[in-house]
């Protein structure tokens, strides 16, 4: 089905689950999935929501899976995976979805890995006129992590993001086009650290 949320706020949400197969395709704010589901998110701000699941495919803020969504002046920020084992996924996860940003910010998410927005499976995402900005990973990717997908960036800004890998970007095996956006005093203490290496390629499509 379809769906158009117009100037709404989505805080303080929490997803809970100790099993690890209940817990795949969660988001703490909002959880979208289904062949089909097509979801229109127009002015919206997702804030402090919590994911405590054992599961790598799921989000603090929103989690799409097959699904297709469009954002416009949305804010993504202060979300998190809380205490789980495996904290990836702070603002925004897309596995096997399409998904749209549109003049929207994301920042001020924490994670393990993919602490601002993680792409992953059969996805397609496009930012354009969109910021990425002061999100923290411990471990992989502050900003955007890619795995194995082609990510279409367009006006945007990614600035101040951190990781011990890919303070900015972290594209593992997949394909990240740039136009006319900035990527910039993103920092990392292992590789992809500075203005000129914030994007990490782990693993170069050969």
Not at 119 to 143: E, M, P
């Amino acid at each position: 089905g379809s769906v158009q949320l117009d100037s709404c706020n989505v805080p303080g949400n929490v997803a809970r689950s100790s099993n690890v197969a209940r817990s795949w395709y969660q988001g703490g704010g909002l959880s979208i999935s289904g062949s089909g589901t097509s979801v229109v998110l127009m002015s919206c701000n997702l804030f402090n929501n919590e994911i405590h699941v054992p599961s790598y495919w799921a989000a603090g803020g929103i989690f799409v899976s097959d699904g297709q969504v469009i954002l416009v002046n949305c804010n993504i920020y202060s979300n998190s995976p809380g205490t789980s084992s495996h904290e990836d996924g702070g603002g925004v996860s897309i596995y096997d979805g399409s998904v749209h940003f549109e003049s929207c910010n994301v920042y001020d998410n924490v994670a393990y890995s993919a602490a601002g927005i993680q792409v992953l499976g059969d996805s397609t995402i496009v930012l354009n006129n969109s910021q990425i900005y002061n999100n923290a990973a411990g471990h992989r990717g502050g900003g955007l992590y890619v795995s194995n997908r082609a990510v279409v960036l367009g006006n945007c800004s990614i600035f101040g993001n951190s990781a011990r890998h890919g303070g900015g970007i972290i594209i593992d095996n997949g394909v990240l086009t740039v136009a006319a956006c900035s990527i910039q005093e993103n920092t990392a203490t292992g590789y992809g650290a500075g203005r000129c290496s914030s994007t990490y390629v782990a693993s170069p499509p050969g």
